[in-house]
């Protein structure tokens, strides 16, 4: 990370982009279960199983497909790592179970897991 990026990244609110892209992390796992559902019912031609209240398919669609690319693309493989286990894990696990696993210590997950959130704010446009 060059000069430009860091001092780009210190006048952002860390706190506030950290919060929007967890929260889109955690709803990303939602709606990719959702398309799966939906794509289930269609191949097996069952229409509505659940009643709808609100019809966001095709916005569901496409936060999924953006999520899936900004997590392929705009990582590198141990920022991936951190995202999927910490974030898109179906069980909770904490910090301190995930970087001795990936052979980083504490001052390199912390610092990987950020550049992660960055990317992943640049990706969606967040920030």
Do not use: C, H, W
């Not at 990370?1 to 967890?22: H, P, T, W, Y």
């Amino acid at each position: 990370m060059n000069i430009e990026q860091l001092s780009f990244i210190d006048e952002i609110d860390e706190k506030k982009v950290r919060k929007a892209v967890i929260k889109q992390l955690k709803r990303f796992k939602a709606l990719r279960v959702a398309v799966q559902n939906k794509d289930e019912q269609l191949a097996e031609g069952v229409v509505n199983l659940f009643t709808k209240i609100i019809d966001e398919e095709k916005e569901k669609r496409f936060k999924v497909k953006q999520m899936e690319r900004a997590l392929e693309y705009a990582l590198d493989d141990i920022e991936r790592e951190i995202i999927e286990k910490k974030y898109l894990s179906p069980y909770r696990i904490k910090d301190i179970s995930i970087y001795p696993e990936l052979g980083l210590n504490k001052d390199q997950f912390y610092e990987y897991k950020r550049q992660a959130i960055f990317s992943i704010a640049e990706a969606l446009n967040i920030i």
